[in-house]
Nanobody
Framework: QVQLVESGGGLVQSGGSLRLSCAASGRTFSSNVMGWFRQGPGKEREFVAAITWNGGSIYYADSVKGRFTISRDNAKNTVYLQMNGLKPEDTAVYYC?????????????????????WGQGTQVTVSS
């Protein structure tokens, strides 16, 4: 059974930092684009960041550019999201996702429908 399991969420004050992790099991995603999305209260799920299989291309949403950093460790089948300078508007459930059907792709999609596997999400709450 393929699983993506996020961890690292929590409550942090404005300006603080958190590091999210997403560990995959059941298959390897070392050849696939991995992404992070988030869904705030009363909002649609939105793209945050994604990284190609070898880290050669990385894409961020404008709202997090310069504050968040996505990375991956293919040996551990894990992707990370380092979040610095957190703001109350970053409060959301953060989801990890895998673009499982495309291999060694150099392009990144921001569309939710592109990603076939999703984690259960981890809550990030930023207090003002």
């Amino acid at each position: 059974q393929v699983q993506l399991v996020e961890s690292g969420g929590g409550l942090v004050q404005s300006g603080g930092s958190l590091r999210l992790s997403c560990a995959a099991s059941g298959r390897t995603f070392s050849s696939n684009v991995m992404g992070w999305f988030r869904q705030g209260p009363g909002k649609e799920r939105e793209f945050v960041a994604a990284i190609t299989w070898n880290g050669g291309s990385i894409y961020y949403a404008d709202s997090v550019k310069g504050r968040f950093t996505i990375s991956r460790d293919n040996a551990k089948n894990t992707v990370y999201l380092q979040m610095n300078g957190l703001k109350p508007e970053d409060t959301a459930v953060y989801y990890c996702a895998a673009d499982a059907d495309r291999y060694h792709s150099s392009t990144i999609s921001r569309l939710r429908t592109t990603y076939e596997y999703w984690g259960q999400g981890t809550q990030v709450t930023v207090s003002s």
